[in-house]
C-alpha cells in the first residue's frame, strides 16, 4: 500500500514505473556471496573506458574547484568537428536520458501524444508521463521489426514527437535508410521525429542510417548519441543531441545551467579522438556477436540479429527461471518482463571469455532442464 502525503504529488506521477537497471555487480556478489560475477545487462563496454578519456580525466583533476563550462564548449567543438555540424546544432546532456527529459519538457503539454515502438527504450514513456503527454505505442513487426508505415498511421494532430530506437533497444532491430527517410517525409511538420541511435555505432549493415545526415541537409529531425556505450563512460553520464540550431536553442531553455560535470567534458572530448578504442570496441563486439549466434546455434535458442552490441535471444516459457539461475551462476543478463517479453532476456556482447562463460552456463542449464 502507497501512503498519502500532503501535498500531493501530481496526479500523472501515478502512471510512472520505476526503471529496473540491469543489477549491478556488487549487489550480486553481496547477495549471493559469488566471487567472480560477469555483468552482461547494461549494454556496458566490455573493454572498459576509453583509454584518452581516462588520460583526460587525470590532466583536469587540480581544476575541479572551478564550475563546469555550461555551454561544455570545448565537447560541442570536438563533436562538430567529428559529426561535420555546427557547434550550435550541438547540445551536451547529463547522459542522453536527460535529453529525452529535456525534450519532453520542451515540446510536451498535458494532452499531447507521442508515438514511440514498443518495445523499445523506457525513457520516452517516462518523458511523456512526467509531462502528463499520452503514449502511443506502435507494435514491432513479427521478427521485431521496426515498420514506418506503421508509425506514421499512429500520428494524429495531436502527436508531437515520434521516437525512433535505430538499432533498437532491446530488440537490436534497425530501421533502414530508406524506410527512414519515408518516415520522415511521411511526418507533418508539427510533428518532431527523434532518432536514438545510442547504438549506431554497433550497427554494420550498409542501409543503416543514423539520422545525422538529416540534421546536416537541414531537416527537423533530433538525433541522440551517447558515451556511455561505444566510449565506454557510461559512469560519467555524458550525452549529444544533434538538431537545427533552432530545435537546440529551444531545448537549451530549460536545461540546468552546470547539467554536465568537468571530467565528463574533459573525458568526452579525449574519447571522441581514441579511434583505435572506438575500432577495437566495434570489432570485438562485431566477433562476439557471431560467437553468441553460433552458441545459441548449438544450444537450439533463437535470437534476433542484432545491429546493436547485445542480442534478444528467446527462452521460452522458462526464461524468468534461467535468468535467475544464470544470476545463481555469477552472470548477470537482462530479464525481458519489463518489456513484455516474459520468454525473452537481453545479453550484452562481452569479451570472447565472458561470452564463452555466458554459453557455457546456459547450456548447462538448459541440459538439466532437458534432464
Ligand atoms: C543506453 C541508452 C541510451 C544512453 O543513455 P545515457 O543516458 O547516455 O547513458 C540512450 N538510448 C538508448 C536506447 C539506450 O539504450
Not at 547540445?91 to 529525452?100: H, R, S
Not at 524468468?320 to 513484455?340: A, T
Amino acid at each position: 500500500m502507497k501512503e498519502q502525503i500532503s501535498p500531493k504529488p501530481r496526479k500523472t506521477l501515478e502512471r510512472i514505473k520505476d526503471y529496473t537497471p540491469g543489477k549491478p555487480i556488487w549487489e550480486v556478489r553481496e547477495e549471493l556471496g559469488l566471487k567472480q560475477v560477469i555483468k552482461l545487462a547494461s549494454n556496458e563496454n566490455p573493454l572498459g573506458p576509453a583509454p584518452k578519456a581516462l588520460e583526460a580525466l587525470e590532466r583536469c583533476l587540480g581544476e575541479l574547484h572551478r564550475y563546469p563550462d555550461a555551454e561544455a564548449v570545448g565537447l560541442r567543438r570536438a563533436l562538430a568537428a567529428k559529426l561535420a555540424l555546427e557547434e550550435d546544432q550541438l547540445l551536451i546532456g547529463n547522459g542522453a536520458d536527460e535529453l529525452i527529459r529535456l525534450i519532453s519538457e520542451t515540446f510536451l503539454e498535458a494532452g499531447d501524444e507521442i508515438v514511440i515502438p514498443a518495445p523499445t527504450f523506457g525513457e520516452y514513456e517516462f518523458g511523456a508521463n512526467l509531462m502528463d503527454a499520452a503514449v502511443v505505442s506502435v507494435p514491432l513487426d513479427d521478427g521485431f521489426g521496426l515498420n514506418a508505415a506503421a508509425l506514421l498511421a499512429a500520428v494524429n494532430a495531436k502527436t508531437k514527437l515520434v521516437y525512433l530506437c535505430s538499432p533498437n533497444n532491446p530488440t537490436g532491430t534497425y530501421l533502414p535508410q530508406a524506410e527512414l527517410e519515408l518516415l520522415l517525409a511521411g511526418l507533418p511538420p508539427r510533428t518532431l521525429l527523434i532518432v536514438d541511435a545510442a547504438y549506431g555505432h554497433y550497427a554494420t549493415a550498409a542501409d543503416y542510417a543514423n539520422g545525422l545526415d538529416f540534421v546536416r541537409r537541414g531537416l527537423p529531425v533530433v538525433v541522440l548519441q551517447t558515451f556511455s556505450k561505444i566510449y565506454g563512460l557510461a559512469g560519467l553520464r555524458i550525452g549529444c543531441a544533434a538538431a537545427p540550431a533552432a530545435v537546440i536553442a529551444a531545448i537549451r531553455k530549460v536545461k540546468e545551467p552546470f547539467n554536465v560535470n568537468a571530467l565528463a567534458q574533459a573525458a568526452g572530448a579525449a574519447a571522441l579522438d581514441d579511434d583505435a578504442f572506438v575500432e577495437a570496441s566495434r570489432r570485438m563486439n562485431d566477433e562476439g556477436r557471431r560467437q553468441l549466434y553460433a552458441g545459441f546455434g548449438q544450444l537450439g535458442v533463437t535470437y534476433t540479429e542484432s545491429m546493436s552490441n547485445f542480442v534478444l535471444a528467446r527462452l521460452g516459457s522458462d526464461a524468468q527461471k534461467l535468468y535467475e539461475r544464470l544470476l545463481g551462476k555469477g552472470i548477470i543478463v537482462r530479464n525481458g518482463g519489463s518489456w513484455g517479453l516474459p520468454e525473452h532476456v537481453r545479453i550484452t556482447v562481452g569479451t570472447p571469455e565472458e561470452n564463452a562463460l555466458l554459453l557455457q552456463a546456459l547450456g548447462e542449464l538448459l541440459a538439466e532442464a532437458g534432464e
